[in-house]
């Protein structure tokens, strides 16, 4: 069965796939064992000289591979080269950091010698989306990678020719055939490919209804799982706050990537004794995003991936003001229901019981909640099942550092900044955003047998 990849700016088709059948699924998992068995028994050293060929071949294929994910899924052009090179910083962090990670662990006991090694297990299938199609591949690819596992890449349907084009850069720096593929799967392939014996793990980011059926998959077959799941992020505004950092930090957030992010800043969560004033500056930054064709330099928001994921987000914001929520800036007057494009929305008076709390708005969709003091917005901020990222902005940084640290049940707080993923520091959260991390050193670990070993 064939699919088209179809450009969202101009609903003009750019190539057209097949999915691979079962046999060939089934030879390529096969294929990527054999692999394993030599790349597991290099040294780390070994395999870090490999993804330093990966590092020259992003770097060198940075525009080409940015034309053509902003064609795919809409991102504007500086954003998508932001992508690969945040991509090149993080590589260049594992290859400087994996030896001394991935090093034995010398523990004392009433043995003689007694440590723990960190070994690969064989094939981590990686089921990916489509919102940062370079990034989230890699993340996962480079670390479990190097800690001596061979990745193989389900990708989302409507990113094939930036998978296309990762994969060649692979191919072409002479990386290890098979240590890094990729299969062309549907949703219905995804249950024989997590039945293979050879598939020692799996991680999965996405909507939160398709991870729990991933993490049921998983669990099924006893494959460990890592889960990135949704977010509904929560920004703390604090009456102390410097509010021209908090209004230019939250609408940052909300908006790049078309507000197709699953750690953006989705609950604005305002003292009310500062909240005319936030809201003033807050939409003055909204109204001066520059909507349009994201090949364009100057542009700052762009289509939304899918027509299907628009309308999803346009029933959310009707639904939300159904219920008493109120448009300040954009909305459905300035929807045209025939493209991709949804204008940059901020709603006010958003409450429980209002898709626009309790669900992730997945595109360009901000909302301000009123609090009445810091324990209030604490209480709304984790009056959420999600528990992906969070912000806290106050003056007083003790005071947003014990709020950020023992009161927000999220994975992560950044405090005067909006959150966002660092090679150096854990990432992925709790309750329904998901299970395990990604980065930092803890990425490596995910994937690997914790290996005792004891000489008596």
Known sequence: MSFCTINPFNNKKIAEFKFDSNNTIDEKIKISHEAFLGWTNLNVENRIEYVEKIIDGLDSKKLELANICTKEMGKPIKQSIAEIEKCILMAKYYCENSSNFLRPEMIKTKFSKSYIAYKGQGVILGIMPWNFPYWQVLRFAIPTMLAGNTVLIKHAPNVQASQKLLQEVFDNCDFPPSVFSTVIADIDQIKNIAKNDYIRGISFTGSEKAGRSVGELAGKNLKKCVLELGGSDPYLVLSDADINLAAKSCADSRFINNGQSCVAAKRWIVS?????????????????????????????????????????????????????????????????????????????????????????????????????????????????????????????????????????????????????????????????????????????FEFVNIKTIVIA
């Open 272 to 444: 009310k004794d500062i909240k005319e004033k936030f809201t003033e500056l807050v939409s003055e930054n909204i109204n001066n995003l520059k909507m349009g064709n994201p090949l364009a330099e100057d542009i700052q928001i762009g289509p939304m991936a899918r027509k299907d994921l628009k309308d999803e987000l346009a029933l959310q914001v009707e639904n939300s003001l159904s219920l008493g929520a109120k448009v300040l800036v954009g909305g459905p007057s300035e929807n045209n229901p025939n493209d991709c494009f949804y204008p940059p929305t901020l709603l006010d008076n958003v409450k429980e019981g209002q898709p626009a709390f309790d669900e992730e708005l997945f595109g360009p969709v901000a909302t301000i909640i009123t609090a009445n003091n810091d324990e209030h917005a604490i209480e709304l901020a984790n009056k959420s099942r999600y528990g992906l990222g969070g912000a806290v902005f106050s003056r007083n940084i003790e005071k947003a550092e014990e709020i950020a640290r023992d009161k927000i049940d999220t994975g992560g707080v950044y405090i005067n900044d909006f959150y966002k993923s660092v090679p150096e520091l854990p990432f992925g959260g709790v309750k329904a955003s998901g299970i395990g991390r990604e980065l930092s050193k803890n990425a490596l």
